[in-house]
């Protein structure tokens, strides 16, 4: 047997603990469970990472304090698949035991279905039903497919605003949703408060699962997932903001943070519907970067910019995390990186190999350079792209080395609404430009001012078009000729009301690597 398939069987045998449930398959039965007082699927359901022929199905039961007897048990709770949104065509059903090591959540991974079309499901539980979800497997790998429709979507601080874009999103007609980091926020900012979290800053398993529970129990977010599912990553609020790797910013022992890591990573697996948890062997570890094709027309990479990385360049010995810096020789080193060796390598050989038309590679922030020059040189973010230049030129001059067609990076994190063209050297307008990139403004957390955007704009001219006033998502409709970017936005996030509206929109041709206004 060759290395690598001994490689993937330990792997999977590592993993079996934290996998998706696979139940076996049962026949019109319902689960013998509580008189519920209180609606246990408070928390919605959701989809997640489709396949052609599967789909992870998720929920997480939720005790008032009415049925708080019944949270020492397990329980069983039945999954229902059907093939028509009235419920009328069953197709199948699944029963799985969930119990208080896992927050009575419930994964499954919904297999033998049919390429290309929706389904619908929900849960039983005793009494209990959950609302009705709507899910879609992937086109068969070699079907010729017209279309991809998705929301690309980031940063939903929970107290700054209310969710008027998932509102907006759960009523599009999408294919998925593509969201890219920042799902919760583990810290608060008074001077922006429209809504207030719930306890302190997270830091056990307990309250990084309080903190999901309340994001989850917004509407307007429920919405969204019933109606789509999701391709997801992480950035760095679900865990602490700016961690890198094994460093926080306070500089912590690296064993403490990781034990910190580890149980925000539980509480994160725990309440979305993706197929792979914690590394039962090392819980401070869970791979969240995949690949999805969709059909012939295109393939979808999901990184990981925080797990991997090299710690930010330059930090402020008295406080670590993110800070701007200038004169900094430590960023030129070759062997920084923002993904890790072993990452990088797996995107560049997929990238490679793959006959998709389209190459969506999906990461959490801004790749375009955004520095800003000053009196003492050229400012540089180091914990962004900006501050792991060399790991970036790597990607583009590897990806210009295979005269690579059609790639499109995908962002968010930076609170505004983005289009840019990439190239080996930033912003030489002499350069061939290698890839595109679009990036969404945040769902609800604040953008930086204005004035600051202008200043960055100025000394950037990769950068075709940027707007940190309004929050809300990009619309990405993805066909053979192009891909057409619409950005949606509104200025008044904080109300429930809010209603968004076209921003701008920008096309990208096949064939021809850089944005254009459409």
């Not at 603990?17 to 246990?40: I, L, N, S």
């Not at 800053?201 to 997932?225: I, N, S």
């Not at 540089?380 to 005269?403: C, I, K």
């Not at 619309?475 to 008044?492: E, I, M, Y």
Request: charged fraction near 20%.
């Amino acid at each position: 047997m060759q290395r690598r398939n001994l490689n993937h069987l330990a792997l999977a045998w590592a993993l079996s603990a934290w996998t998706p449930a696979r139940p076996a398959e049962v026949k019109a039965r319902r689960p013998v469970g509580p008189a519920w007082q209180m609606d246990p699927f408070a928390l919605g359901v959701a989809s997640g990472q489709p396949r052609s022929d599967s789909v992870v199905l998720w929920t997480r039961l939720l005790f008032a304090p009415s049925d708080a007897a019944h949270q020492a048990q397990a329980q069983t709770v039945l999954c229902e698949l059907f093939a028509d949104e009235s419920l009328r065509q069953p197709l199948r059903q699944w029963q799985v035991q969930t119990d208080a090591r896992r927050a009575h959540s419930v994964h499954v991974l919904a297999e033998g279905l049919q390429p290309g079309r929706p389904y619908w499901y929900r849960f039983v539980c005793g009494s209990a039903h959950s609302t009705v979800g709507r899910t879609r497997t992937s086109p068969a790998p070699d079907a010729r497919v017209s279309r991809l429709r998705l929301a690309l979507a980031s940063c939903q601080h929970y107290e700054q605003g209310h969710y008027a874009a998932h509102r907006e999103m759960a009523r599009q007609d999408l294919d998925l949703v593509l969201f890219v980091g920042d799902y919760i926020y583990e810290s608060s900012n008074a001077r922006h408060r429209i809504r207030s979290h719930l306890g302190g800053v997270p830091q056990t398993l307990d309250e990084y699962r309080a903190r999901h529970a309340q994001y989850k129990g917004d509407a307007d977010l429920q919405a969204c997932h019933a109606a789509h599912p999701w391709v997801m990553t992480w950035d760095d609020h679900e865990v602490l903001n700016d961690y890198a790797n094994d460093l926080d910013r306070y500089h912590s022992d690296p064993a403490l943070f990781l034990r910190r890591r580890a149980a925000a990573y539980q509480a994160y697996f725990e309440h979305m519907p993706v197929r792979i948890g914690p590394d039962p062997q090392a819980p401070h570890r869970m791979r969240i970067h995949e690949r999805l094709a969709w059909g012939q027309l295109a393939e979808l990479w999901t990184l990981d910019c925080r797990q991997y990385r090299d710690h930010q360049a330059c930090p402020d010995p008295n406080r670590g995390g993110a800070r701007l810096v200038a004169g900094c020789d430590a960023l030129q080193a070759p062997h920084r990186s923002m993904l890790g060796a072993d990452q990088e390598a797996w995107l560049m050989q997929g990238l490679a190999h793959s006959q998709r038309r389209w190459k969506l590679i999906a990461q959490s922030t801004l790749m375009a350079p955004s520095g800003m020059d000053t009196p003492l040189g050229r400012t540089h973010f180091n914990d962004g792209w900006d501050g792991y230049p060399m790991a970036r030129e790597r990607l583009l001059a590897g990806m210009a080395d295979m005269g690579l067609q059609n790639a499109l990076l995908l962002g968010g994190d930076v609170h505004m609404h983005v289009a840019a063209d990439l190239r080996v050297r930033p912003n030489e307008a002499t350069a061939p430009v290698v890839a595109s990139e679009i990036v969404t403004s945040s769902i609800s957390s604040r953008g930086m001012g204005q004035t600051v955007l202008g200043r960055i704009r100025a000394g950037n001219p990769d950068i075709r078009h940027a707007r940190s006033d309004e929050r809300g998502y990009a619309l990405l409709d993805v066909g053979a000729a192009g891909v057409q970017a619409s950005f949606r936005g509104t200025l008044h996030p904080a109300r429930p009301e809010s209603v968004l509206r076209e921003q701008a929109c920008f096309w990208i041709e096949a064939g021809r690597a850089g944005v254009q206004a459409a």
